[in-house]
């Protein structure tokens, strides 16, 4: 079913419905390394981004902007997904998330390229653009991980700025949580408006995208869990986890409740079905029946996988009904909500 919502001259705007179902030596040799590509280039019908839940529209649309302004499609990936870090109005993503139970607010993001170089932060607090700090830690650094106060002293010696936020609305929903302590999770609490108080509000920025030369890259951020126990880290730092790019093949990145992810090394897992000659919705929907499989008796917890293939083929699934994403070409626009397995009321 498609509804179409608006038409520009050049984009069509469409919203679809799928029924049912340090050392400086080190790092010189390693970005010397690294300008081989090891992958070959397909021959690419992008550029083509996709990107998790309604906030992922924006983050695409600004994706594109960057790739048709001659920038990189890792760019486009980094510089994408920051505008929604930098939305303080966004209760699952940058700075202005929800805190943990001890009302520190603390970020992952990891990022990969075509080739399956990859840079990842976790536990940061007081950085606005944690995606940035990952990019750095890819090009800058031999690793591919920092976390902590050691990100943070890394980040910090290296550009970035320390940014204090204080919003008071977030505050007053901590303190509301901290009567109960109660660690439901909500489903699709991504989606819910600002303000909502009934749910653990979780998620998630992830973001694939191809460009017009066939190469791939993927970003992902995320303030994580609300309320979760300080220390947490989720899936959305973890290559093979919240996100996997391997040019040969596509990319994969996930959405929901970081633990089961982790589980199943669930985007991994979605891009070596690609692999296999599955295509990209089949794959998602295999990942998340993995999931189900593995975790009987689960209620009330959502994981959403969404795919890109290298020819510009991509999907999306879930296991519950209300998981969007966004799907953007030089001359499309569209909202699509994923497949899913169960319907959560
Ligand atoms: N998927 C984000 C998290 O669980 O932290």
Request: charged residues 20%; hydrophobic residues 40%.
């Amino acid at each position: 079913m498609l509804i179409q919502v608006a038409m520009t001259t050049r984009r069509r705007f469409l919203r679809v419905g799928l029924a049912g179902s340090a050392a400086a030596v080190l790092a010189r040799s390693f970005a010397q390394e690294r300008s081989a590509p090891l992958a070959p280039i397909s021959s690419g019908t992008g550029p083509v981004i996709i990107s998790t839940w309604d906030h992922g529209l924006p983050a695409s649309v600004k994706a594109l902007e960057v790739l048709g302004a001659g920038g990189s499609v890792l760019d486009a990936v980094e510089q994408g997904v920051m505008l929604v870090e930098s939305d303080m109005s966004n209760r699952s993503v940058g700075l202005g998330g929800l805190p943990d139970r001890d009302g520190h607010v603390t970020l992952d993001a990891c990022i990969q390229d075509h080739d399956c170089h990859a840079g990842s932060v976790a536990f940061l607090e007081h950085f606005e653009h944690p995606i940035s700090i990952a990019r750095a830690v890819m090009e800058r650094t031999p690793h591919v991980m920092l976390v902590g106060e050691g990100a943070a002293q890394w980040a910090l010696a290296n550009g970035f700025n320390k940014r204090l936020v204080d919003i008071p609305e977030v505050t007053e929903r901590w303190k509301q949580w901290l009567r109960t302590s109660d660690y439901t999770p909500g489903v699709n609490s991504e989606n819910a408006p600002a303000g909502r108080g009934d749910a653990l509000d979780h998620d998630t920025i992830g973001m694939l995208a191809l460009d017009a030369e066939g190469r791939m890259a993927g970003s992902c951020t995320t303030s994580g869990l609300a309320f979760k126990v300080h220390g947490r880290v989720g899936d959305s730092p973890i290559i093979g986890a919240g996100l996997f790019v391997d040019g040969e093949v596509g990319g994969a990145c996930a959405t929901g409740t970081g633990e089961l992810v982790m589980r199943t090394a669930g985007s991994h897992t979605v891009v070596e079905l690609m692999r296999q000659g599955i295509g990209p919705q089949e794959a998602c929907r295999q990942a998340v029946d993995r999931i189900l499989r593995k975790h009987p008796g689960l209620v009330g917890q959502q994981v959403g996988f969404l795919a890109l293939r290298k020819d510009g083929a991509c999907g999306g699934h879930a296991i519950y009904n209300g998981f969007t994403y966004a799907h953007i070409t030089a001359d499309l626009q569209q909202m699509v909500d994923a497949s899913y397995v169960r319907k959560w009321e």
